[in-house]
């Protein structure tokens, strides 16, 4: 019966182990995240950053209670020249126990709990700004993987077309419809597109390995992008005030908690410095025997006749240090202020942060919509272009600069889409509200 429960414990642990270790066949924008909070290796160390300080706030609990040591010293003695001329040795060992116990210190031992629960918060908050920080750079890797997949379609798409081109553009050649020179300019503009589907795949691949090294994943391991489908929905939110935006992220965002309570913790190393020109009184306390070999009494005899006890107060009062105590003080004040001013600037520079994220998106968003209109009419104009350079009535170079023209739009609304899809994320991150594109 036991070794049925020992067998069905270890398929229960490894059936465990093989899930944690299960990737996903498709890799959507939710995916990544779950899958690398659980996985980089910034986030364990941050988490065992907090076990640390979780583990100093039990230490800092314990200084409230009496300390216990035991000591045992056995010793040898030799007497040589005795005045009778015979030898003596003797052997002997003492016993005891002590312990002592802070009575009162100014209040440094509580302040001191209360700064480690402080900062044991701090670091929760800390886990929290390096899971955000993480979930940011994850977004903007995605989006960059999105970007660059379309961007590529888009290419391969405009190759396709300069390769038909230069086929029927052999046979006008043949029916004395074009130049030579205008041959030469649509091979050229082909290899001009093939280069540019080149970098295009470069840039997906790039993107690809930064995610994969977010990830913590090998460079081997194949990682299957989930493209979802978009539209202007996604692409043309309506965003909220900067104000609201801003209010709420004051509340909610790691990194300004974690201001707030170092505020705290400095006041509380003021108090805890002021304490120096308090007295410290200890309680003490101690027990103990001893033995040795000359006595004619025996061993538990001496144990019993060598038992004693002790009890006693001590006072510390400080008179003078050699301003040691002052400038404690006067540093930690400063420190205080330090901690102030670091607020301050948290808020500033969160404020900068979402200033700019909030207007890129605004950009982004009116970029997107002029590049969609634009996008519309050169495909129009192209196709004119196209049929009236078929009928002989365009130049090679016309239709050329219309097929660039329209390419270059193509690019700009691309990336004014993943811009916008980006920045409004962005913002819902600062909000601390679910990211999530599908």
């Known amino acids: 019966m036991k070794i049925r429960i020992i067998l069905i414990s270890l398929l229960v642990t490894v059936s465990t182990c093989v899930r944690a270790q ?26 065992i950053t907090l076990d640390e300080s979780s583990i100093t706030t039990k230490q800092a609990k314990a200084q409230l209670f009496p300390n216990l040591s035991a000591s045992v010293n056995q010793s040898f003695t030799n007497r040589p020249l005795l005045e009778n001329g015979g030898t003596a040795n003797s052997y002997t060992g003492s016993y005891g126990l002590s312990s002592s116990m802070t009575l009162f210190n100014g209040g440094k031992t509580v302040k001191n709990i ?25 977004l903007q890797t995605y989006l960059q993987i999105l970007y660059a997949d379309e961007s590529v379609k888009i290419n391969q798409a405009t190759l396709d077309v300069s390769t038909y081109q230069l086929t029927r553009s052999k046979s006008l050649l043949k029916a004395g419809s074009i130049s030579q020179a205008d041959l030469a300019q649509l091979e050229s503009q082909l290899s001009s597109d093939k280069y540019q589907l080149v970098v295009s795949e470069n840039n997906l691949s790039s993107n690809k390995l930064a995610l994969k090294q977010l990830l913590e994943l090998t460079v081997n391991e194949d990682m299957n992008i989930s493209i979802p489908a978009l539209d202007e929905t996604d692409i043309l939110k309506p965003l909220p005030s900067l104000q609201s935006i801003y209010e709420t992220s004051l509340t909610v965002m790691p990194q300004l908690k974690s201001s707030r309570i170092n505020t705290q913790i400095a006041a509380l190393e003021t108090s805890k410095a002021k304490a120096g020109y308090l007295p410290t009184v200890n309680l003490n306390a101690s027990a103990g025997t001893n033995h040795s070999s000359s006595s004619d009494y025996n061993f538990n005899e001496q144990l019993k006749n060598g038992l004693n006890e002790g009890i006693g107060l001590s006072v510390s009062i400080p008179i003078f240090n050699n301003r040691e105590t002052k400038s404690t003080v006067e540093k930690a004040r400063l420190e205080e202020k330090n901690s102030q001013l670091n607020l301050i600037d948290a808020e500033k520079n969160l404020l900068k942060e979402i200033e700019s994220v909030y207007q890129d998106a605004i950009s982004a968003q009116s970029q997107y919509a002029a590049a969609a209109e634009k996008v519309k009419a050169l495909q129009t ?21 219309e097929k660039n023209n329209l390419l270059a739009a193509q690019q700009s609304m691309l990336q004014a889409k993943y811009m916008s899809i980006m920045n409004t994320q962005l913002l819902n991150i600062y909000q601390d509200m679910p990211v999530e594109i599908k």
Do not use: F
């Open 22 to 47: 299960e990737k996903p066949s498709q890799w959507d924008l939710t995916g990544c995240i779950n899958y690398a909070l659980e996985n980089n290796i910034q986030i364990q160390k941050s988490k």
């Open 381 to 401: 104009s192209y196709k004119l272009v196209e049929q009236q350079y078929n009928l002989g009535m365009k130049n090679t170079l016309e239709l050329l600069t």
């Open 114 to 138: 209360q700064q480690q629960k402080l900062q044991e918060e701090v670091n929760q908050y800390l886990l929290a700004d390096t899971k955000k920080s993480l979930e940011m750079s994850i």
